[in-house]
């Protein structure tokens, strides 16, 4: 089965909204296979963003991204990839389908509430970006 990595970032957090969209990811046979609530410093959010350092929103992204905890997660399969970005809803919460974690709660295209890797080896690479494989079961 395949495993994607998922953030609820600060707009979320901040809402006490991670229960009501894990609800979103379970009820989609998503399996939250690992969790944490961690603080990430500017830096390292600039280094997890890196593909976007040259997109104009880049250091508000980070910024935001800082701005209070996240929870990072693994979520588990079949399709997990695909399904976990069906289950969030398009980048821009004014596009997103009813029914999805930012149709129902993202801010703004930026305040989005989620992140989800979009590709195999970008979910490779994210999960080992916040997960060593003792906490992986
Ligand atoms: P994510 O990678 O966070 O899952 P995504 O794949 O839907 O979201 P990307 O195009 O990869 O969207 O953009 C990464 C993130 O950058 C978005 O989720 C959003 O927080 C922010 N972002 C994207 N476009 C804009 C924009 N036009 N203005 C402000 N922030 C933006
Ligand atoms: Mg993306």
Redesign the pocket.
């Given at each position: 089965t395949e495993r994607t990595l998922s953030?609820i970032?600060p707009d979320a957090t901040r809402r006490n909204l991670t229960g009501k969209i894990n609800a979103k990811f379970e009820d989609a046979g998503l399996r939250i296979v690992a969790q944490k609530r961690i603080q990430l410093t500017k830096a390292q959010a600039g280094e997890f963003?890196k593909?976007?350092a040259e997109?104009?929103?880049?250091d508000?992204?980070c910024e935001?991204?800082a701005s209070a905890p996240v929870v990072v997660q693994v979520l588990e399969g079949e399709g997990a990839i695909a399904k976990n970005?069906e289950v969030?809803g398009?980048?821009?919460p004014a596009d997103a389908a009813e029914g999805t974690v930012?149709a129902d709660f993202a801010e703004?295209?930026?305040?989005?509430s989620?992140?989800?890797?979009?590709a195999p080896d970008t979910a490779a690479d994210e999960i080992s970006f916040f997960f060593s494989g003792l906490e992986l079961v």
């Open positions: 953030i970032k963003y593909v976007h997109r104009p929103f880049y508000e992204l935001f991204m970005r969030m398009a980048t821009n930012r703004s295209v930026g305040e989005n989620v992140h989800g890797s979009d």
